[in-house]
């Protein structure tokens, strides 16, 4: 499946190399893409960079994967025809630094909704806001494998992204439609505050239930 990540910081890169290895075709869209340290690391990795234009254009299925605060400029740059129709996989968190880690967006509102809004024609899914990039490919944890939640008005789109998460060896629990993200986004300040307590990101959340 060709897929196209617009951003190439740490989330960015995690995701790309992590649906390369399954054999996925990979393009990194950034606004700088004749960046060396970028073709190096996309030459190593097996994974194409491009400006996030074409990116989105080649596309079947495209993840947004920027700072917040670069969000809007970035789904611009790749173009709200180049994303009309298409699976738009929204891996941001609203988040803000004053004197502790904030949301800049919520509770009655996401950066999953801002995003349907920024591209209306696509078909947002929120999922991978919720656990480090260490983990977003084989979530191993002596626990077992970790949930992903996602959430996204499209029940067929949620059904692809679905299976493109269980490929990295994850859980999936359907939180509802795009206005879950309300719910989602704040679980990453959670994940957070503990990767900086407890000075390690090899942590999940884990939904238990028991059969019904």
């Not at 992590?18 to 340290?37: C, I, K, L, Y």
Request: hydrophobic share 45%; net charge negative.
């Amino acid at each position: 499946m060709r897929l196209g990540v617009i951003g190439s910081g740490g989330v960015g890169r995690a995701l790309a190399e992590a649906f390369a290895s399954r054999g996925h075709e990979v393009t990194v869209g950034s606004r700088s893409p004749d960046d060396q340290d970028l073709t190096v690391w996309g030459g190593t990795a097996g994974v194409a960079v491009a400006d996030p234009a074409t990116t989105a254009a080649q596309a079947e299925i495209v993840f947004v994967a920027t700072a917040w605060e670069g969000t809007e400029n970035a789904l611009s740059l790749a173009g709200a025809d180049n994303l009309t129709g298409k699976v738009l996989v929204d891996v941001t968190n609203p988040l803000v630094f004053t004197d502790r880690l904030e949301l800049a967006i919520g509770h009655d509102d996401s950066a999953g909704e801002q995003v349907q809004r920024w591209a209306p024609g696509a078909l947002v899914v929120k999922a991978f806001n919720t656990v480090g990039l260490e983990l977003f490919d084989n979530p191993s944890l002596s626990g077992g494998p970790g949930t992903m939640f996602i959430a996204g008005d499209s029940a067929e789109a949620k059904a692809t992204v679905t299976e493109l998460i269980g490929q990295l060896g994850w859980e999936v629990h359907d939180c509802g439609d795009i206005r879950a993200a309300r719910y989602t986004e704040p679980m990453a300040i959670i994940e957070i505050e503990h990767a900086m307590r407890s000075g390690t990101r090899r942590h999940a959340f884990k939904l238990l239930t028991d059969p019904p």
